[in-house]
């Protein structure tokens, strides 16, 4: 069945530092591969997503690009704010549809000023 | 409205009681789903709805769990005789169609004593 396997925190950073949040998955045919966030007291939110292998997924300064040899999408961010500070949570979804995601089990990051 | 609701925001029951818990979708939106995420966990998928008919309910963990959406609007998620087991919070979240992005509600808190 499909997995995602991801990077446990937390990460604890100071801002402007360089963020990489490691997320790893095995699912079968090609999957759509998602990073969610969740900021505090709000729901989940969609950060980026790529659909095929070698696509990059950016938003809000934010980066992933879909390794399809690795079976890998981490997330990085070159210079990280206070507001960046919140869980973030890859996923994949069969082929062409979110309909039913699978989660990795979330990494904390706090970033100090 | 702007965004996913869902009520209660927190319920707390015994043991062995009864519960509902509502989701209303952002309007227009055919797709709804239902997932749970226990403390320290990623979401895991319920239940999918595309219109009034659950589309997939693979992820319903026992018979004790249920879901309606008897106008393809409004849902509810039903737990009957309940377990300490099922302390965890519930989320809901609608896409335009299948293969729409997924918004997420705050969720709802469920703590069974």
């Known amino acids: 069945g499909n997995s995602v396997t991801q990077m446990e925190g937390p990460v604890t950073l100071s801002e402007e530092a360089f963020l990489t949040i490691n997320c790893t998955y095995t699912a079968t045919g090609y999957p759509s591969l998602f990073w969610y966030v969740q900021y505090p007291g709000e729901g989940l939110q969609l950060l980026l997503k790529?659909?095929?292998?070698?696509d990059k997924g950016s938003n809000k300064g934010f980066e992933a690009t879909y390794r399809k040899e690795t079976t890998s999408f981490h997330l990085e961010k070159g210079s990280v704010q206070v507001s960046d500070s919140a869980v973030y949570f890859c996923a994949l979804g069969a082929s062409g549809s979110a309909r039913q995601l699978t989660f990795g089990s979330g990494t904390q990051l706090t970033v100090l000023p | 409205g702007a965004g996913v609701s869902q009520t209660p925001s927190n319920k707390v029951t015994e043991k062995g009681k009864y519960v509902e818990l509502r989701c209303d979708p952002i309007s227009g939106h055919t797709a709804l789903y239902w997932y749970r995420q226990s403390l320290g966990q990623g979401p895991e998928f319920l239940i999918y709805?595309?219109?009034?008919?659950?589309?997939?309910d693979s992820g319903l963990p026992n018979d004790r769990f249920f879901a309606v959406r008897p106008e393809g609007s409004v849902s509810t998620l039903k737990i009957q005789r309940t377990e300490r087991g099922d302390s965890a919070v519930y989320l809901c979240?609608?896409?335009?169609?299948?293969?729409?992005?997924?918004?997420f509600g705050n969720g709802t808190r469920l703590t069974v004593t």
């Open positions: 790529a659909t095929k292998a070698d």
């Open positions: 979240a609608s896409s335009l169609n299948e293969g729409g992005y997924l918004h």
């Open positions: 709805f595309q219109g009034t008919g659950a589309a997939d």
